[in-house]
């Protein structure tokens, strides 16, 4: 190489920046301007917060349904010996008893009554989010 020229850099092209996860937090929010209350939650994303209350109604349907609690979170065959049954596993897609969790927690009596007609109107939302909650 020749004395005059200096020795070129590379280029490296710029990082992307990584999308970060999203995360269930609050209560769902209405906006304010939206005069129709009925359809103020229709395909807003749902932000649910897990408190004390809703937490103790998911744990007590899986209290009272323990053949479906032990198809979601995998029947251990020790366990199943140990107590003098067969072991149980979940057939096809666990999406079905997050769907019935959901309906457990959500339609609930002591639910707040909009969440809870929001929840009649699009379950799948309340069932997705009951399953980011078990996953956490």
Do not use: I
């Not at 959901?102 to 809870?116: G, T």
């Amino acid at each position: 190489m020749p004395k005059d020229k200096k020795p070129r850099a590379k280029r490296v092209p710029p990082a992307k920046p990584q999308a970060q996860k999203a995360k269930v937090k609050a209560q769902p929010v209405a906006n304010e301007d939206d005069g129709n209350q009925s359809d103020a939650h229709t395909s807003k994303r749902l932000v649910v917060k897990w408190d004390n209350d809703r937490t103790n109604r998911l744990l007590d349907w899986l209290d009272q349904n323990p053949d479906d609690r032990n198809r979601l979170f995998s029947d251990s065959t020790v366990a199943a010996k140990q107590e003098g049954r067969r072991k149980v596993t979940a057939k096809g897609n666990k999406g079905r008893y997050h769907e019935a969790l959901a309906k457990a927690v959500f339609n609930s009596p002591e639910e707040d009554p909009s969440l809870r007609n929001w929840y009649l109107k699009e379950p799948q939302k309340f069932a997705t989010s009951v399953c980011n909650y078990l996953s956490r």
